[in-house]
């Protein structure tokens, strides 16, 4: 979900990059240095989960993992995303520089919401109870982005509105893969590792 | 006769992962049903780049791969073979992602077709065989380095494969563990081959061993005792000369 | 593989100093990305291909790539000569195209490659690690340069990592499909690099202590800059300028 | 004399990761000045946990460390010992972090203090003896699997520490790679520790060796000349005992 550079306005750039300013000074207040390792090879694992396409019908999306990425991480989502987009720009040019901050913005603060809301309940002992909330999570994550996109594009330009609308409701498929994928990857790491859950990385805790 | 019996036909494959540096480099070799071969060769010299082209992981930059007589190129062609090839990997660690043991070892079957309660029957019927009863609620990254080979082995089983390729299965495992997977391996009426640098294991679990070098497989049968004479430290505790 | 496709060459655009490179990519993009007049992004458009063609890239690999990012551009043409407010310019059943419509898809699809062909001549050029420190030396917080340059490391490793699970599951008959099976297992996956990363991550945090790591990170990097760096920044500075200058004439 | 030439002394240290399972069981061991020696012991026996209980990346549940005659417990005193003693980690890619060469290898030296441009020189000192000049600035991620062991090695050299403890140095190596890893750390005249499964690299390289098992230490130290009569296939084959 990159927006792609020339297609946005002034106001709606300048919004974004003053926004995930804000975001990654939040994380990185919270990242301790000592940390960095742990939160860098994260961001490369997630940095290669996203290459994957999963099937969907005849087509296919890759993954976006930002539910899962909040998640784990935290506030620290949002510098992880932001390296994580850097490196695509560089890479692939997906993106590019100046929509870097909206872009940014728009995957990690769906991340974060997905963080407050759900962290403790996936860890919840009861399965039912932390099933639901991976399958939430990465449902309304992906939501929530789109949403966002939506709304960049709209602000920029009133003529976007029409495929704005289409890009959220053709985003629901991924929604859906997104919310089995991160209760799956949720059950997985609570019974393989349950320390990974939970957003131990903040020096903060909670 | 020829056309029964060879199941694996490899005519002058040649591959490479870097331009300039060939890793195999025409290479030819069969295997017929019910043979049981076993291959050595140095680090490096390409072995499990050989099995990857077997099984259509890697594609080779020219030659032609014969599997059941049939001929196959294309993605498609590989899958029905991946259903009746199983390959254990070198590395324990890259064939387990499941969470349990049980979920890691029905995933073959699943992949097959079968239902998830047939799925769990021949896990668990696997794993019986096995002697891994007990292990099927474990966490797989939990094993024991001997552990995650014998589940490795079981996932390899489950799929109920017509050969076996088997890459370093006896590698780092300790002696009791490699006397299992030994008999275990032994007990199986299946056309195989087996990678080691253990030649003690292939000579007790194989017919005939082949030499890898400068990118293609040699045969060397000759059955040659011999003895070496040598002196290290720590020679008085029980040791083994594996290579 | 992931690899640095523009990263290796001999052009005078590769030997540039990284610093200068980030500092006149970055203005410039912004400039072009406020410039809305035909004038400016047609100028734009020109030194984008000038810049290109100095950084004697293979047009086939550029090529592909704008093809690819064109993604969402190709979307927009769908709507915006139909939704855009404007003189009819013609129809197609019950739509009206708009001519300001398709002047306003022409004017982002200009925008946006001219942005792209800039960012691949300039920053594609420049080995990440290079940029990285180069990032550093223009005042980007340390921290962030030191996640960045980490995540690059670390990328290719576990790429391997999941190159190898993912040949682990096609070789037991894993044919991907729309069913939770395949989701399922592609979770399977993606949990367990997360967990092989987060203790490999423990593994390289034990090595830098025993180094003597305390929480600090020092560098090492150094950079000079030649004349033809300092030609090369005034020439685009100016053409930059020029850029703005025509904008602002439009606009008045 | 004990006080002034014991370097490492640990007594009855007990560690596990998990509440139920030992991994190092009342492990006593000790290392005088000047002395080599060699650790081998089967795949997860706890020699990795044995050096990282000596660095103080892990704590012991129970038992004392003493280096340099003073005790060490918290992670202060490590600090002091992580200058002195240097740790060659089992995984190159777990120890080579930077994005070059030449910073991986200052990365050490300038945590120590160093100046940038001291840090450089002994960065290119140390690439230098071990040979590997115009490495400086390579890519660590692009290196060979024996690039990035030798890298590892400089990286830890670099530190210039008076033990070096290394975690199976020559794995994974092809015979040119080992015959000059082997020959460096031939010309060192520190004390270390190797854990290897190479018995040939480990009579070599140290005067003894240390068994691990059931999460103690034990020395066999004597010098056993014995012969093997066996018999295998491919003997014909120019071939060699390993172990
Ligand atoms: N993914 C890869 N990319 C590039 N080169 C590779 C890759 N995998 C293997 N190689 C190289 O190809 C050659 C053959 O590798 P292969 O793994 O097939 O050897 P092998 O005989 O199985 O060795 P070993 O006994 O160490 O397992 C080696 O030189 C190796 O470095
Ligand atoms: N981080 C960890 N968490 C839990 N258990 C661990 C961890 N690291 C190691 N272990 C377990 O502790 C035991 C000892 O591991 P260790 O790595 O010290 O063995 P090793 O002798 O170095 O083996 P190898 O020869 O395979 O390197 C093993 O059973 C291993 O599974
Ligand atoms: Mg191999
Ligand atoms: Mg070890």
Same mark, same amino acid.
């Given at each position: 979900?990159?927006?792609?550079?020339?297609?946005?306005?002034?106001?709606?750039?300048?919004?974004?990059?003053?926004?995930?300013?804000?975001?990654?000074?939040?994380?990185?207040?919270?990242?301790?240095?000592?940390?960095?390792?742990?939160?860098?090879?994260?961001?490369?694992?997630?940095?290669?989960?996203?290459?994957?396409?999963?099937?969907?019908?005849?087509?296919?999306?890759?993954?976006?993992?930002?539910?899962?990425?909040?998640?784990?991480?935290?506030?620290?989502?949002?510098?992880?995303?932001?390296?994580?987009?850097?490196?695509?720009?560089?890479?692939?040019?997906?993106?590019?520089?100046?929509?870097?901050?909206?872009?940014?913005?728009?995957?990690?603060?769906?991340?974060?919401?997905?963080?407050?809301?759900?962290?403790?309940?996936?860890?919840?002992?009861?399965?039912?109870?932390?099933?639901?909330?991976?399958?939430?999570?990465?449902?309304?994550?992906?939501?929530?982005?789109?949403?966002?996109?939506?709304?960049?594009?709209?602000?920029?330009?009133?003529?976007?509105?029409?495929?704005?609308?289409?890009?959220?409701?053709?985003?629901?498929?991924?929604?859906?893969?997104?919310?089995?994928?991160?209760?799956?990857?949720?059950?997985?790491?609570?019974?393989?590792?349950?320390?990974?859950?939970?957003?131990?990385?903040?020096?903060?805790?909670? | 006769?020829?056309?029964?019996?060879?199941?694996?036909?490899?005519?002058?494959?040649?591959?490479?992962?870097?331009?300039?540096?060939?890793?195999?480099?025409?290479?030819?070799?069969?295997?017929?049903?019910?043979?049981?071969?076993?291959?050595?060769?140095?680090?490096?010299?390409?072995?499990?780049?050989?099995?990857?082209?077997?099984?259509?992981?890697?594609?080779?930059?020219?030659?032609?791969?014969?599997?059941?007589?049939?001929?196959?190129?294309?993605?498609?062609?590989?899958?029905?073979?991946?259903?009746?090839?199983?390959?254990?990997?070198?590395?324990?660690?890259?064939?387990?992602?499941?969470?349990?043991?049980?979920?890691?070892?029905?995933?073959?079957?699943?992949?097959?077709?079968?239902?998830?309660?047939?799925?769990?029957?021949?896990?668990?019927?696997?794993?019986?065989?096995?002697?891994?009863?007990?292990?099927?609620?474990?966490?797989?990254?939990?094993?024991?380095?001997?552990?995650?080979?014998?589940?490795?082995?079981?996932?390899?089983?489950?799929?109920?494969?017509?050969?076996?390729?088997?890459?370093?299965?006896?590698?780092?495992?300790?002696?009791?563990?490699?006397?299992?997977?030994?008999?275990?391996?032994?007990?199986?009426?299946?056309?195989?081959?087996?990678?080691?640098?253990?030649?003690?294991?292939?000579?007790?679990?194989?017919?005939?061993?082949?030499?890898?070098?400068?990118?293609?497989?040699?045969?060397?049968?000759?059955?040659?005792?011999?003895?070496?004479?040598?002196?290290?430290?720590?020679?008085?505790?029980?040791?083994?000369?594996?290579? | 593989?992931?690899?640095?496709?523009? +990263?290796?060459?001999?052009?005078?655009?590769?030997?540039?100093?990284?610093?200068?490179?980030?500092?006149?990519?970055?203005?410039?993009?912004?400039?072009?990305?406020?410039?809305?007049?035909?004038?400016?992004?047609?100028?734009?458009?020109?030194?984008?291909?000038?810049?290109?063609?100095?950084?004697?890239?293979?047009?086939?690999?550029?090529?592909?790539?704008?093809?690819?990012?064109?993604?969402?551009?190709?979307?927009?043409?769908?709507?915006?000569?139909?939704?855009?407010?404007?003189?009819?310019?013609?129809?197609?059943?019950?739509?009206?195209?708009?001519?300001?419509?398709?002047?306003?898809?022409?004017?982002?699809?200009?925008?946006?490659?001219?942005?792209?062909?800039?960012?691949?001549?300039?920053?594609?050029?420049?080995?990440?690690?290079?940029?990285?420190?180069?990032?550093?030396?223009?005042?980007?917080?340390?921290?962030?340069?030191?996640?960045?340059?980490?995540?690059?490391?670390?990328?290719?490793?576990?790429?391997?990592?999941?190159?190898?699970?993912?040949?682990?599951?096609?070789?037991?008959?894993?044919?991907?499909?729309?069913?939770?099976?395949?989701?399922?297992?592609?979770?399977?996956?993606?949990?367990?690099?997360?967990?092989?990363?987060?203790?490999? +991550?423990?593994?390289?945090?034990?090595?830098?202590?025993?180094?003597?790591?305390?929480?600090?990170?020092?560098?090492?990097?150094?950079?000079?800059?030649?004349?033809?760096?300092?030609?090369?920044?005034?020439?685009?500075?100016?053409?930059?300028?020029?850029?703005?200058?025509?904008?602002?004439?439009?606009?008045?």
């Amino acid at each position: 979900m990159h927006i792609s550079e020339g297609v946005l306005s002034a106001p709606v750039l300048v919004t974004g990059a003053a926004l995930a300013a804000a975001g990654i000074s939040v994380g990185l207040k919270k990242m301790d240095p000592e940390k960095i390792p742990q939160v860098a090879v994260l961001s490369s694992a997630f940095f290669v989960a996203s290459l994957i396409h999963v099937p969907i019908g005849p087509s296919s999306v890759h993954l976006i993992l930002n539910g899962i990425n909040g998640l784990l991480l935290g506030w620290l989502c949002f510098p992880s995303i932001l390296v994580a987009l850097a490196l695509q720009a560089i890479l692939f040019q997906f993106g590019g520089i100046t929509v870097l901050g909206i872009n940014t913005v728009n995957m990690a603060l769906p991340g974060v919401i997905c963080y407050y809301l759900f962290s403790r309940l996936v860890t919840h002992e009861r399965k039912v109870i932390s099933l639901a909330s991976g399958f939430a999570c990465g449902f309304l994550a992906v939501f929530l982005s789109a949403i966002l996109v939506a709304l960049s594009l709209v602000w920029a330009e009133g003529s976007f509105t029409e495929a704005a609308e289409l890009i959220v409701v053709a985003h629901l498929p991924v929604m859906i893969i997104e919310g089995l994928i991160t209760l799956f990857c949720v059950a997985f790491l609570k019974r393989v590792k349950p320390e990974l859950l939970g957003g131990r990385h903040e020096k903060r805790a909670w | 006769m020829e056309g029964n019996t060879l199941i694996i036909n490899l005519k002058d494959i040649s591959f490479s992962y870097a331009p300039d540096t060939p890793v195999l480099d025409k290479l030819s070799f069969h295997l017929h049903r019910g043979e049981r071969i076993g291959l050595v060769g140095p680090n490096g010299s390409g072995k499990t780049t050989f099995f990857y082209l077997v099984m259509g992981l890697l594609r080779p930059s020219s030659g032609t791969i014969e599997v059941f007589g049939k001929q196959v190129q294309a993605e498609k062609d590989f899958r029905d073979v991946r259903k009746r090839i199983g390959l254990l990997f070198q590395d324990a660690d890259d064939q387990l992602f499941s969470p349990t043991v049980l979920e890691d070892v029905a995933f073959g079957p699943l992949n097959l077709g079968k239902s998830p309660q047939e799925a769990r029957d021949i896990a668990m019927a696997t794993l019986t065989k096995l002697g891994l009863l007990g292990f099927e609620d474990r966490i797989t990254y939990r094993l024991s380095g001997g552990e995650k080979r014998l589940v490795s082995l079981a996932t390899v089983l489950a799929m109920d494969p017509e050969v076996l390729l088997l890459d370093e299965p006896t590698n780092g495992l300790d002696e009791d563990t490699e006397e299992k997977i030994t008999d275990i391996l032994k007990g199986l009426s299946l056309s195989c081959i087996f990678i080691s640098h253990n030649l003690d294991f292939l000579s007790k679990t194989t017919d005939r061993i082949y030499a890898m070098a400068n990118g293609k497989i040699f045969l060397d049968e000759a059955l040659v005792p011999h003895s070496h004479i040598h002196t290290h430290k720590f020679g008085r505790l029980p040791h083994e000369h594996k290579s | 593989m992931i690899e640095e496709q523009f +990263a290796s060459g001999e052009s005078f655009v590769h030997h540039l100093d990284p610093r200068m490179k980030i500092i006149t990519a970055f203005i410039y993009a912004v400039v072009v990305a406020l410039s809305s007049g035909f004038p400016a992004l047609l100028a734009a458009l020109a030194v984008s291909l000038v810049l290109i063609t100095l950084a004697r890239l293979s047009m086939r690999k550029v090529l592909y790539r704008l093809v690819v990012v064109n993604g969402l551009i190709l979307f927009l043409w769908i709507f915006l000569p139909f939704t855009y407010q404007g003189e009819a310019w013609f129809t197609l059943g019950p739509l009206h195209a708009t001519r300001e419509g398709i002047a306003f898809a022409i004017q982002i699809t200009v925008k946006c490659n001219a942005i792209l062909l800039a960012l691949i001549a300039l920053l594609a050029t420049t080995p990440i690690v290079t940029l990285g420190h180069a990032m550093g030396r223009l005042r980007v917080p340390d921290i962030l340069i030191q996640l960045f340059l980490f995540t690059y490391r670390y990328i290719h490793v576990i790429f391997q990592e999941y190159d190898r699970l993912r040949n682990a599951m096609k070789a037991r008959g894993f044919v991907p499909r729309t069913n939770t099976h395949t989701y399922r297992s592609y979770a399977y996956l993606v949990g367990m690099l997360l967990v092989r990363s987060y203790d490999r +991550a423990e593994r390289i945090h034990k090595a830098m202590l025993c180094r003597g790591f305390r929480g600090k990170y020092h560098t090492l990097s150094q950079f000079s800059v030649t004349r033809g760096d300092v030609a090369y920044f005034m020439v685009m500075v100016s053409v930059i300028l020029g850029m703005v200058l025509i904008q602002w004439k439009a606009i008045r």
